[in-house]
């Protein structure tokens, strides 16, 4: 499996963003989008199943940003960023069903190596 994450830029804050994941290789059952700003842990930012379960949010993402999906992508769309929405945001798959699983990252044994979003004036 491989995915390429694409999209990531410098923002004013307020402003939008959509950052796109390509995936190849086998089906995988669920995707997700996490997060690292510098000198912080990797965080959860959303997640969805393809049978449908979800989407599922990070708290400090929930009402701002949307996850979806069109065949071989899977997008994060980004609205209101603000400042400490800058990291690098890294795409994710995984073969766990149980949403339980889908908020940590040990449990997405396949990355796509990031890209960068900066939100500043």
């Known amino acids: 499996v491989q995915l390429q994450a694409s999209g990531g830029g410098l923002v004013q804050p307020g402003n939008s963003l959509v950052l796109r994941c390509a995936v190849s290789?086998?089906?995988?059952?669920?995707m997700g989008w996490f997060r690292q700003a510098p000198g912080k842990e990797r965080e959860f930012v959303a997640a969805m199943t393809m049978s449908g379960g979800g989407p599922y949010y990070g708290n400090s993402v929930n009402g701002r940003f949307t996850i979806s999906t069109d065949k071989n992508f899977f997008y994060l769309q980004m609205i209101g960023l603000k400042p400490e929405d800058t990291a690098v945001y890294y795409c994710?798959?995984?073969?766990?069903?149980?949403?339980?699983?889908?908020?940590?990252?040990?449990?997405?044994?396949?990355w796509g190596q990031g890209t960068q979003v900066t939100v500043s004036s």
């Open positions: 994710a798959a995984t073969t766990e069903y149980n949403s339980v699983y889908l908020y940590d990252q040990k449990y997405y044994p396949y």
């Open positions: 290789g086998r089906r995988m059952n669920a």
